[in-house]
């Protein structure tokens, strides 16, 4: 059977979902679907449909489902032991810190892992309150970083926040939000406009001394926002003229997701003081990342530790992740096949109007859908519009942004040429319908 054709049977287990879990765990489509298979860079959902997955259960699956080498690690490790705690050592942990401090940037060194980028952004956020003995932390407008207390005090979202503030001390600055520019500005003439508003951001509400700033290389939930040349530069020199570390949140751009590098932050001539991550590091194994420099990392106390952080299975996964993508070539595969994806993308943009913005790095390429323009209305139907079609043509694609108006893709790091064939010729016919 295929997407395009019509259901028999409604599927118990989106029935079960909508019954016993809470309403907040949202599915996409009108008529949800449940997945029970994965292969390479296709799922099946329980009715028998194949799809082409291109959003990777949210930039997660990072080398295709069920892959053969990361299971091989799983399956090795889960035959001699799964769980020890982080009051053992465990070879699998003590390796993955160290290739991790090889491949890192910068002075990062040593490692904090716990079970997911939430954990891994609190964890950020308190080592640099410790390490600096001051509290504010500056972060952006339409940021995401998590579902705890700190992380939703710091979203940038008004519908990722069920709750006002919880965590007192936590700032927003104007995202480099390009294509809706905070200062009417364009790439080649705002002077880092947005960069220098952290400045203003912690001379007016702030003590004047921060513990940190922390943003994403690329805001992902945000909509895929790339900021401009010299960003990072300027953003990182403010935030240590008052005192404060930097922090890269490489939940969603890490892993070679970017193309060619490790880290997104690397295409910036900066350094991180503390780096984080989660998402495809495990290739869908829970697992979630800090790395700090010594400084920084030795000023945290001695007693603390996430039960499952470590836990010689991810760990398993994580390293066979990292080895797969430097056996093949995956950095530059998702630089080739993304430069194609972004090639296509433009041609969309060109053929239907209601495509505002096409942005991107890499296998991280957004769409932003607009009514107009020129008044750059923000198209949300448009995008449930597309969702429906995509699926019917056999093909998964995710969606963000303030505004819920921009269509994301996540395709994995191995994705072929023939895989963006397939999602733009599925995205094509979906346009046409807007």
């Given at each position: 059977?295929?997407?395009?054709?019509?259901?028999?049977?409604?599927?118990?287990?989106?029935?079960?979902?909508k019954?016993?879990?809470?309403?907040?765990?949202?599915?996409?489509?009108?008529?949800?679907?449940?997945?029970?298979?994965?292969?390479?860079?296709?799922?099946w959902?329980?009715?028998?449909?194949?799809?082409?997955?291109?959003?990777?259960?949210?930039?997660?699956?990072?080398?295709?489902?069920?892959?053969?080498?990361?299971?091989?690690?799983?399956?090795?490790?889960?035959?001699?032991?799964q769980?020890?705690?982080?009051?053992?050592?465990?070879?699998?942990?003590?390796?993955?810190?160290?290739?991790?401090?090889?491949?890192?940037?910068?002075?990062?060194?040593?490692?904090?892992?716990?079970?997911?980028?939430?954990e891994?952004?609190?964890?950020?956020?308190?080592a640099?309150k410790?390490?600096?003995?001051?509290?504010?932390?500056?972060?952006l407008?339409?940021?995401?970083?998590?579902?705890?207390?700190?992380?939703?005090?710091?979203?940038?979202?008004?519908?990722?926040?069920?709750?006002?503030?919880?965590?007192?001390?936590?700032?927003?600055?104007?995202?480099?939000?390009?294509?809706?520019?905070?200062?009417?500005?364009?790439?080649?003439?705002?002077?880092?406009?947005?960069?220098?508003?952290?400045?203003?951001?912690?001379?007016?509400?702030?003590?004047?001394?921060?513990?940190?700033?922390?943003?994403?290389?690329?805001?992902?939930?945000?909509?895929?926002?790339?900021?401009?040349?010299?960003?990072?530069?300027?953003a990182?020199?403010?935030?240590?003229?008052?005192?404060?570390?930097?922090?890269?949140?490489?939940?969603?751009?890490?892993?070679?997701?970017?193309?060619?590098?490790?880290?997104?932050?690397?295409?910036?001539?900066?350094?991180?003081?503390?780096?984080?991550?989660?998402?495809?590091?495990?290739?869908?194994?829970?697992?979630?990342?800090?790395?700090?420099?010594?400084?920084?990392?030795?000023?945290?106390?001695?007693?603390?530790?996430?039960?499952f952080?470590?836990?010689?299975?991810?760990?398993a996964?994580?390293?066979?992740?990292?080895?797969?993508?430097?056996?093949?070539?995956?950095?530059?595969?998702?630089?080739?096949?993304?430069?194609?994806?972004?090639?296509?993308?433009?041609?969309?943009?060109?053929?239907?109007?209601?495509?505002?913005?096409v942005?991107?790095?890499?296998?991280?390429?957004?769409?932003?859908?607009?009514?107009?323009?020129?008044?750059?209305?923000?198209?949300?139907?448009?995008?449930?519009?597309?969702?429906?079609?995509?699926?019917?043509?056999?093909?998964?694609?995710?969606?963000?942004?303030?505004?819920?108006?921009v269509?994301?893709?996540?395709?994995?790091?191995?994705?072929?040429?023939?895989n963006?064939?397939?999602?733009?010729?599925?995205?094509?016919?979906?346009?046409a319908?807007?």
């Open positions: 059977m295929n997407p395009q054709e019509k259901r028999s049977t409604v599927s118990d287990a989106v029935r079960k979902h019954e016993f879990l809470f309403p907040a765990v949202a599915m996409y489509y009108q008529e949800p679907i449940a997945l029970v298979k994965g292969e390479g860079e296709y799922v959902d329980d009715q028998g449909n194949r799809y082409l997955d291109c959003f990777g259960g949210v930039l997660t699956v990072s080398v295709g489902h069920a892959n053969p080498r990361i299971n091989e690690a799983i399956n090795a490790q889960n035959a001699k032991i769980h020890t705690s982080a009051l053992y050592a465990n070879e699998n942990q003590s390796n993955l810190a160290e290739k991790l401090a090889e491949i890192t940037p910068g002075a990062l060194k040593k490692s904090f892992f716990t079970s997911s980028g939430t891994a952004d609190d964890t950020a956020q308190m640099a410790l390490a600096t003995g001051r509290h504010e932390i500056v972060v407008r339409h940021s995401y970083s998590g579902r705890s207390a700190t992380a939703l005090s710091s979203a940038g979202h008004s519908s990722w926040r069920p709750l006002p503030a919880q965590v007192a001390g936590i700032v927003h600055a104007m995202a480099p939000y390009c294509y809706r520019c905070p200062f009417g500005a364009t790439p080649d003439n705002c002077g880092a406009a947005c960069a220098n508003d952290i400045e203003d951001v912690i001379q007016t509400t702030t003590t004047g001394e921060i513990a940190a700033f922390m943003a994403e290389p690329i805001l992902g939930v945000g909509g895929f926002i790339v900021p401009p040349a010299g960003y990072f530069e300027r990182y020199e403010i935030t240590r003229k008052y005192g404060g570390l930097c922090i890269a949140d490489e939940v969603q751009t890490g892993w070679g997701r970017t193309g060619d590098k490790w880290f997104g932050i690397e295409h910036w001539n900066v350094e991180p003081d503390i780096m984080t991550s989660a998402k495809g590091m495990g290739n869908g194994i829970p697992i979630g990342w800090t790395i700090a420099t010594p400084e920084v990392a030795d000023k945290f106390p001695g007693l603390t530790f996430a039960t952080g470590g836990n010689p299975v991810s760990t996964a994580a390293l066979a992740v990292i080895k797969m993508i430097e056996d093949d070539d995956l950095r530059t595969n998702a630089r080739v096949v993304g430069d194609y994806l972004r090639a296509r993308l433009i041609e969309l943009k060109d053929k239907h109007l209601i495509i505002g913005d942005r991107g790095m890499g296998l991280m390429q957004g769409i932003e859908l607009v009514k107009d323009r020129q008044t750059k209305e923000p198209a949300p139907e448009a995008v449930l519009k597309v969702f429906e079609e995509t699926k019917r043509q056999g093909v998964l694609i995710g969606k963000g942004g303030l505004y819920g108006n269509i994301r893709t996540g395709m994995m790091l191995n994705s072929t040429k023939d963006v064939d397939q999602l733009v010729a599925a995205l094509d016919a979906g346009f319908l807007c």
